[in-house]
């Protein structure tokens, strides 16, 4: 590991440490398995992250993982030996490790591995890193975060080697749990997809015709996210982005399966996740912030989209 990289690496443990020490009294809790590929997908968790050996899951369909794609998930593919041709939305390629494959929610992909390829898979919830926001992250890291890449890292040994080491501890954290977890996660997470974005094309250097629709999904989150709370309507987003609705609700089911509507409803529900977890807000004043009237409706709201009421929510969290 070349000094540098190894002086990011130490700081960003040594900081993500003492932030956890800071925390020994708080509550722990578990990250339940997500909808990967072959399995059925349970509620969605917006703590979600998991990482397993390339081997352990492509070894059981003859090294071949046919293209699929994942609503609310963002996968890293670090790897370290082996062949893989690629598919991502309909682009083809092929390339050899050292390499890391970035994949962000709604992009279809599929592998075709050589056999015994050394690597591991990383996969991430959308809304994991959206719970901790941080505005100067969220523009640096914004394109790894929306647009699929593929990184040669055959020329910079090492920072692969960097990613390694990161990719390590993520392996350790997952499969024997401490004290800071999520923030362990947090910090890693965001050091591994920096190491992405430095590398990747930029979308502009792009065919900007063929990603029309991936920008225009990119800019209906944002809007979401600056106007869920003054309860906009789809026809609302439409008009203000000058597309119609059912153009919207097609792009949006390309990417995610979901309707508009139900992204307007998830981001609000995250919202609501957030206010649940990480404050001791009265569920009636978290109703109101959000632009609920009636804390009742609120409520049923609430358990309609995740199953449960938000006070046991809140209560399974705190475990």
């Not at 932030?19 to 399995?39: F, H």
């Not at 890292?153 to 990719?167: D, H, L, M, N, Y």
């Not at 947090?186 to 502009?204: F, G």
């Amino acid at each position: 590991m070349d000094d540098p990289e190894q002086k990011l690496y130490y700081f960003c443990i040594i900081k993500t440490f003492l932030c956890a020490v800071q925390q020994l009294n708080s509550p722990q809790r578990t990250i339940p398995l997500y909808a990967l590929y072959g399995e059925e997908a349970p509620v969605e968790d917006t703590e979600f992250v998991h990482i397993e050996e390339i081997e352990s899951r492509s070894s059981l369909y003859d090294w071949e993982i046919e293209a699929h794609t994942h609503a609310n998930l963002l996968q890293l593919l670090l790897i370290a030996e082996g062949h893989v041709a690629v598919e991502l939305d309909s682009h083809s390629s092929k390339i050899d490790g050292p390499c890391i494959i970035s994949i962000p929610s709604g992009v279809v992909h599929g592998f075709r591995f050589s056999p015994k390829t050394k690597g591991v898979v990383i996969s991430v919830a959308n809304d994991f890193l959206s719970m901790r926001p941080n505005p100067a992250d969220a523009q640096t890291l914004h394109d790894v975060m929306h647009f699929p890449a593929i990184v040669d890292f055959s020329t910079s040994p090492g920072r692969f080697q960097t990613v390694q080491e990161i990719a390590r501890t993520i392996f350790t954290e997952f499969h024997w749990p401490q004290t800071g977890r999520s923030m362990m996660f947090d910090s890693l997470i965001r050091i591994l997809l920096l190491q992405v974005r430095r590398k990747m094309v930029l979308p502009h250097e792009r065919d900007k015709k063929k990603n029309y629709r991936r920008t225009v999904f990119i800019r209906f989150r944002s809007l979401i996210d600056e106007h869920y709370k003054a309860k906009w309507t789809v026809p609302d987003y439409a008009n203000h982005m000058g597309i119609t609705e059912n153009r919207l609700n097609r792009i949006c089911h390309t990417f995610t399966g979901k309707s508009a509507f139900e992204m307007v409803q998830d981001r609000l529900m995250l919202e609501a996740q957030r206010f649940l977890i990480y404050t001791k807000a009265p569920v009636a004043e978290i109703a109101y912030e959000l632009g609920f009237n009636d804390p009742a409706y609120f409520c049923r709201f609430f358990k309609k989209l995740s199953g449960q009421t938000p006070k046991k929510f809140r209560q399974d969290k705190s475990e």
